[in-house]
Structures are given as C-alpha cells and as structure tokens.
C-alpha cells in the first residue's frame, strides 16, 4: 500500500501565505501524478494543483498565479505554495495520487488537512 500525509495547513489571515506538503511513503515502483484537491462545507471536491510525472502540471483556475505546486522526487513528496489567499480558499484540502506499487497501480487520498483564511 501507499500512504499519503500531509502537513502544513492551518489558519490564515486573507492576503497570508501557507504551504502544504505531502509525503508518499510505501512500496512506490512508479509515480504517476500527485496532486491536490479541496472541498469546502457544502460544496463538492474539487482538484486544485496536479503534477505529473512528465512534469506537466494543471491548476484550477481560480488559483492560477497564486499557488504553486511543485515536487521533490527524490523524498516522494508534493507542496503547494499558496498565496494570497482568500476566505474562499477555505476548504479541507486533500492530497491525491496516482502509484504503481507492489498492489499494481491505485490513486490514493491522504486524510486531509484543513486550512482556514479568516481575519
């Protein structure tokens, strides 16, 4: 199996900056993409940032020039640089990934971390 744990949310004034990381840790053969998804009280999950092995990356685009995902290969892990932020960012945000382990090729979720952009 595959685990995800994020770390690095937290609470927020708007205009403020967090960032996010998410180690994977496993048997990894391969990563596919890693990536970032948010949902926010009564809305659905909704995918923020993704980066694929290719490098290729994906933003939602109301995000776009304020986050930044980015990747260390060498440790399995993903971060997202977000800022200016703003109380609509408020969500519990969700890593995501697409492995190859021992157990063939899975996407997994980590248990979220919340942030909160509050004054």
């Known amino acids: 199996q595959v685990q995800l744990v994020e770390s690095g949310g937290g609470l927020v004034q708007p205009g403020g900056s967090l960032t996010l990381s998410c180690a994977a840790s496993?048997?990894?053969?391969?990563?596919?993409?890693m990536g970032w998804y948010r949902q926010a009280p009564g809305k659905q999950r909704e995918l923020v940032a993704r980066?694929?092995?290719?490098?290729?990356?994906n933003y939602v685009d109301s995000v776009k020039g304020r986050f930044t995902i980015s990747r260390d290969n060498a440790k399995n892990t993903v971060y997202l640089q977000m800022n200016s932020l703003k109380p609509e960012d408020t969500a519990v945000y969700y890593c995501?990934?697409?492995?190859?382990?021992?157990?063939?090729?899975?996407?997994?979720w980590g248990q979220g971390t919340q942030v909160t952009v509050s004054s």
């Open positions: 995501n990934g697409d492995f190859r382990s021992a157990f063939g090729r899975r996407n997994y």
């Open positions: 980066i694929t092995s290719g490098g290729t990356i």
């Open positions: 496993g048997t990894i053969f391969s990563i596919y993409s």
